[in-house]
């Protein structure tokens, strides 16, 4: 079936630090790819998505290419701030034709000033 | 907005206590989903449904059960609560067929602690 593996966590950087998570996704078909993020206390968040290979999500500073040959969706960011501190989740979907998402075990990130 | 309303968010029970959790959307949505999220286990799929009074398994559904009786409501059953039942649960709805090119919404979530 789908599957979604992202690196493992915690993650720790200083404030302004370069950002990557890497996540890489093992799907029939074509699926659809998310990154959604979950701030303390909260519930998920849609961050970013992207639709079709090549496609590049963005939002709020994040970015991640739909990379089809490597079948990865590396989510970046060029300068962490404080408030990035949270749990992100890479998802896919659509990928077996069912209408429900699959998840990564998810990669906690700390970001110290 | 679209909004997922989940009524707990936070309850402590007893093993072998019946269970309820109850998640409301407001977006005329055809889908909802009970996902529970555990430390290192990412998001798993419990139950899903796509239309009233019809429901999917999901990757975990032993120990669970559901009911969609309007459009709206999706409500999660635990029959017999056990303590491998703690957890934080999250339910979200999405558009029928609307998946790939859109996004599923969450609500807050439940924490649900079993003692």
């Known amino acids: 079936g789908d599957s979604v593996t992202q690196m493992e966590g915690p993650v720790t950087l200083s404030e302004e630090a370069f950002l990557t998570i890497n996540c890489t996704y093992t799907?029939?078909?074509?699926?659809?790819l998310f990154w959604y993020v979950q701030y303390p206390g909260e519930g998920l968040q849609l961050l970013l998505k992207?639709?079709?290979?090549?496609d590049k999500g963005s939002n709020k500073g994040f970015e991640a290419t739909y990379r089809k040959e490597t079948t990865s969706f590396h989510l970046e960011k060029g300068s962490v701030q404080v408030s990035d501190s949270a749990v992100y989740f890479c998802?896919?979907?659509?990928?077996?034709?069912?209408?429900?998402?699959?998840f990564g075990q998810g990669t906690r990130l700390t970001i110290n000033p | 907005d679209v909004k997922v309303t989940q009524s707990s968010r936070y309850l402590v029970k007893r093993t072998g206590e019946k269970v309820f959790l109850e998640c409301v959307q407001d977006?005329?949505?055809?889908?909802m989903f009970w996902y529970r999220q555990d430390p290192g286990l990412g998001l798993r799929l419990i139950y899903f449904?796509?239309?009233?009074?019809?429901?999917e398994k999901g990757d975990i559904p032993e120990g669970y059960s559901v009911s969609r009786e309007k459009k709206e409501r999706f409500s999660l059953i635990l029959e017999s609560a056990s303590t491998n039942q703690t957890s934080m649960y999250l339910c979200?709805?999405?558009?029928?067929?609307?998946?790939?090119?859109?996004?599923?919404?969450f609500g807050e979530g439940s924490w649900l602690t079993v003692v």
């Open positions: 977006m005329d949505h055809e889908n």
């Open positions: 979200a709805s999405s558009l029928w067929g609307e998946l790939t090119g859109n996004t599923i919404y």
């Open positions: 799907a029939t078909g074509y699926p659809s």
């Open positions: 992207a639709t079709k290979a090549d």
């Open positions: 449904s796509y239309d009233v009074k019809m429901k």
């Open positions: 998802a896919l979907a659509g990928g077996s034709g069912a209408q429900k998402l699959v």
